[in-house]
């Protein structure tokens, strides 16, 4: 109905700008012309900073990892 509010909560790992300090709700509104208002845009997922690096492993590189991604280490050759 005109003047409802819908509240939305992104999910863990989520927010409005990717970033893991950023919004992770947001509010739209039922207007009187019967439309919605807009939405700030859709949630993202986190986006990590570089996996860490260990000694005589290599990491196989990820551009841009996100939450939920895994990082794979290859031992280097003699080490476990």
Same mark, same amino acid.
């Given at each position: 109905e005109f003047g409802d509010c ?7 790992g989520f927010t409005l700008d990717?970033?893991? &300090?950023?919004? %992770? ?6 207007? =009187?012309?019967?439309?919605?208002? *807009? @939405? /700030?845009?859709?949630?993202?997922? &986190?986006?990590? %900073? ?6 005589? =492993?290599?990491?196989?590189?990820? *551009? @841009? /990892? ?8 290859t031992c280097a050759k003699g080490?476990?």
């Amino acid at each position: 109905e005109f003047g409802d509010c819908y509240n939305f909560v992104c999910k863990e790992g989520f927010t409005l700008d990717g970033t893991a &300090v950023g919004v %992770g709700s947001f509010a739209i509104r039922c207007r =009187a012309d019967g439309t919605f208002s *807009e @939405a /700030p845009g859709a949630c993202k997922p &986190v986006v990590c %900073g570089p996996p860490p690096a260990l000694d005589h =492993a290599e990491v196989e590189p990820l *551009e @841009a /990892p996100k939450f939920g991604d895994n990082a794979t280490y290859t031992c280097a050759k003699g080490y476990t």
